[in-house]
């Protein structure tokens, strides 16, 4: 079935500890974005990538790196997780960045204790 | 800067209820305006794109007007049933470079039986 997954579902990671984010997608699109979901502020960008080879910083990029070595994965990294980066993450994908419909995978719910 | 404003916030309705969501952004210089569904503890999933050169969108008992020089979009819901119930929410794609889709903080939409 095409479409985008994430692992893992959910995470409890302690405060410090270094933690990858996968996501994986199967629909050949070129862009691919990682989003944040937190209680009273929406959804909010992190990272993105417009094809494979290159990134870019998003609205809140602090504390996260992404890298996109082929088409089909977006990896997210948080290098040194802190409480405030317990979240719902969401991995995103479209055919090219612009007018093209962004298709969302089912998040990772982590929590930094 | 680009916002987009969801009012309700929550709306309640009962089964076969015709309804209108109301999605409002700041700045009329967008790529598309897309609304999402969102269950609980699940991810989006994508209902219909509007492109900023289109007045409509329709897919079943869903359909979504654009009026891009007012910053107003609808989300009109036909015959409303309890599997209905979810959030939804829009988002816009700014013009300019920006590779982020701006969104709305939903409307929590329950549909009593």
């Known amino acids: 079935i095409a479409g985008i997954t994430q692992a893992p579902t959910s995470q409890i990671l302690a405060a410090g500890r270094r933690m990858t984010l996968r996501c994986t997608q199967d629909?050949?699109?070129?862009?691919m974005y990682w989003y944040r979901q937190d209680l009273g502020l929406g959804l909010r960008l992190i990272h993105y990538?417009?094809?494979?080879?290159?990134?870019g910083k998003g609205e809140v990029p602090d504390g996260y790196s992404v890298s996109r070595a082929n088409t089909d994965d977006f990896p997210l990294t948080l290098a040194s997780a802190v409480p405030s980066q317990t979240s719902v993450y969401f991995c995103?994908?479209?055919?090219?960045?612009?007018?093209?419909?962004?298709?969302f995978g089912p998040g990772t719910r982590l929590t930094v204790t | 800067k680009q916002e987009v404003t969801q009012i309700p916030a929550a709306l309640s309705v009962p089964e076969g209820e015709n309804l209108v969501l109301n999605c409002s952004f700041t700045?009329?210089?967008?790529?598309?305006l897309q609304w999402f569904r969102q269950d609980p503890g699940k991810g989006l999933t994508s209902l219909l794109l509007?492109?900023?050169?289109?007045r409509e969108q329709t897919s079943g008992r869903l359909n979504a007007s654009l009026d891009k020089s007012s910053g107003r979009s609808t989300l009109y819901i036909a015959a409303s049933q309890p599997g209905d119930s979810a959030t939804y929410l829009c988002?816009?794609?700014?013009?300019?470079?920006?590779?982020?889709?701006?969104f709305g903080k939903g409307t929590k939409l329950t549909v009593n039986p």
């Open positions: 995103a994908s479209s055919f090219l960045p612009g007018t093209y419909e962004q298709y």
């Open positions: 629909m050949r699109h070129n862009a």
């Open positions: 990538s417009n094809t494979a080879g290159t990134t």
């Open positions: 700045d009329s210089a967008i790529y598309n």
């Open positions: 509007i492109q900023s050169s289109q």
């Open positions: 988002a816009v794609r700014p013009q300019g470079g920006s590779e982020k889709l701006v």
